[in-house]
């Protein structure tokens, strides 16, 4: 089973409005991290947000927050008052603490374009 | 500043060749990771390393070979056993524990001529 699914290959968002890119996972650990990261075409690989398994609020920073419902395994991201700079690719990714060590999965990512 | 540098930013490879691509963090972190990125997909680990002198396979570790001597640098070194080795390489390090994220290079891009 995939320990993230990220369902949206692509998805579109005018300027200045809100998108949200869907992201589920799968552990049966109590304890795990959740992020984000945007990899533009350049290439790098740029943090965006993180949400701990115990946290109560779900996080935010700045334009982006995480809608994360647990009970659901899901750990939406959401973009507000979209820009241009935001197109790009989007991955949600997990981290569980395991018997052989950390290990971080990766979800297949979602495009996101934004149009003016 | 602190952080991790992948050289060269592109690399081109004749067939047969064994290529090695750098990385160097300054972050000290303990750990460090080698993914394997192909156009329009998700990420694939290769290698990690959890501490000096000790590293595990990733996913698709065949035809790749690392080494990690210092808690600084995590070569890769892409061998002529690799058939199809034309893709982006990111590398990324990280502290341990679960509310730690990864720390990513900027990438090498490489392309077998």
């Known amino acids: 089973a995939q320990k993230i699914t990220q369902t949206q290959p692509g998805m579109f968002v005018q300027e200045k409005e809100a998108v949200t890119l869907d992201c589920t996972y799968d552990?049966?650990?109590?304890?795990?991290?959740l992020f984000w990261y945007k990899q533009p075409s350049s290439g790098e690989m740029i943090f965006l947000i993180y949400?701990?398994?115990?946290?109560?609020q779900n996080a935010t920073e700045g334009r982006y927050s995480l809608n994360f419902q647990k009970a659901r395994k899901s750990a939406n991201l959401v973009i507000s008052a979209s820009q241009l700079g935001d197109s790009a690719m989007y991955f949600c990714?997990?981290?569980?603490?395991?018997?052989?060590?950390?290990?971080?999965?990766f979800g297949t990512g979602t495009s996101l374009t934004v149009i003016p | 500043d602190g952080g991790i540098t992948q050289s060269p930013k592109y690399l081109f490879r004749k067939e047969g060749q064994n290529v090695t691509l750098s990385c160097e963090q300054n972050?000290?972190?303990?750990?460090m990771y080698w993914y394997r990125q192909d156009p329009g997909q998700g990420l694939r680990l290769i290698y990690y390393?959890?501490?000096?002198?000790?590293?595990q396979k990733g996913d698709i570790a065949e035809g790749y070979s690392v080494s990690r001597e210092k808690k600084e640098s995590f070569p890769l070194t892409v061998t002529s056993a690799q058939k199809n080795p034309t893709a982006f390489y990111l590398c990324?390090?990280?502290?341990?524990?679960?509310?730690?994220?990864?720390?990513f290079g900027s990438g090498t891009r490489l392309t077998v001529v």
């Open positions: 949400q701990g398994s115990y946290d109560e």
């Open positions: 552990t049966s650990d109590q304890s795990y991290g």
């Open positions: 990324a390090s990280s502290m341990s524990g679960r509310n730690y994220g990864y720390t």
């Open positions: 390393s959890q501490i000096v002198n000790d590293f």
């Open positions: 972050l000290n972190h303990d750990a």
């Open positions: 990714a997990m981290r569980e603490v395991t018997n052989t060590g950390n290990q971080f999965y």
